[in-house]
């Protein structure tokens, strides 16, 4: 039983398979508060290369982590004062963010921030340990994966409307790298929850999964449809 007065939904899975998307449309459909963590870690991935700071030097990441002020605000990303919302969807923040992800103190300090919020509202949140880690008493859990094509294709699309440059096939090799990181670090790697729901979205479209997650909210009488 999830001792938090609160209802915490958590969806993991795999880089570009559509966990945001999902997650952000359902917490506006039944009023939770969406709180994406990846991109938390996004802003510390920016803050370190602004910083250029060397992943292998701890003293330097604990100095540079006392530094960094998050302010998350639904789909804006405050850091330090500063809207970088659009800055940490790069294709550099992208190459680097698993490797930063993985780092110990990053993952405590982001893991504390996370359940703080959780702590003091319904929130729909997604990520890579959210389920395992983050909130492993949520009342529902999902784990979301889908053919590894679709997801290149999805994140080509995705970086293309930002008019930056780089090869499809570039994407596919980040997208493996990433997934190979993510579920091999030593810090709460990815893995899917024992009692996590698989949904597959390699051939729904939004409204289906998003009826697949509601389904399952209110057959655990979360929800009233």
């Given at each position: 039983?999830?001792?938090?007065?609160?209802?915490n939904i958590?969806?993991?899975?795999?880089?570009?398979?559509?966990?945001?998307?999902?997650?952000?449309?359902?917490?506006?459909?039944?009023?939770?508060?969406?709180?994406?963590?990846?991109?938390?870690?996004?802003?510390v991935t920016l803050y370190f290369i602004t910083k250029h700071i060397d992943?292998?030097?701890?003293?330097?990441i604990h100095q540079a982590l006392n530094e960094i002020e998050l302010d998350v605000h639904e789909n804006q990303f405050l850091l330090n004062g500063n809207d970088v919302s659009a800055a940490?969807?790069?294709m550099q923040i992208s190459q680097m963010v698993s490797k930063v992800s993985a780092i110990k103190a990053v993952r405590i300090k982001m893991v504390a921030i996370q359940q703080a919020i959780g702590n003091t509202k319904n929130v729909v949140m997604d990520g890579r340990d959210i389920g395992?880690?983050?909130?492993?008493?949520?009342q529902l859990k999902i784990f979301m994966t889908a053919d590894p094509a679709v997801r290149a294709k999805r994140r080509f699309d995705?970086?293309?409307?930002?008019?930056?440059?780089?090869?499809?096939?570039?994407?596919?090799e980040n997208l493996n790298m990433r997934d190979y990181e993510d579920t091999h670090r030593s810090e709460s790697p990815l893995r899917q929850a024992e009692d996590a729901?698989?949904?597959?979205?390699?051939?729904?479209?939004?409204?289906?999964?998003?009826?697949?997650?509601?389904?399952?909210l209110s057959s655990r009488q979360l929800i009233a449809l």
């Open positions: 039983m999830n001792p938090n007065s609160f209802i958590a969806i993991d899975g795999y880089s570009s398979c559509g966990k945001s998307t999902m997650a952000k449309a359902l917490a506006k459909d039944i009023g939770f508060t969406y709180i994406d963590s990846g991109a938390m870690y996004r802003c992943l292998d030097n701890l003293d330097a940490i969807r790069s395992t880690t983050v909130f492993p008493a949520a995705e970086i293309q409307q930002k008019a930056e440059k780089v090869s499809l096939v570039e994407i596919a729901i698989v949904l597959d979205n390699t051939f729904l479209n939004p409204i289906e999964q998003l009826n697949f997650v509601k389904d399952l």
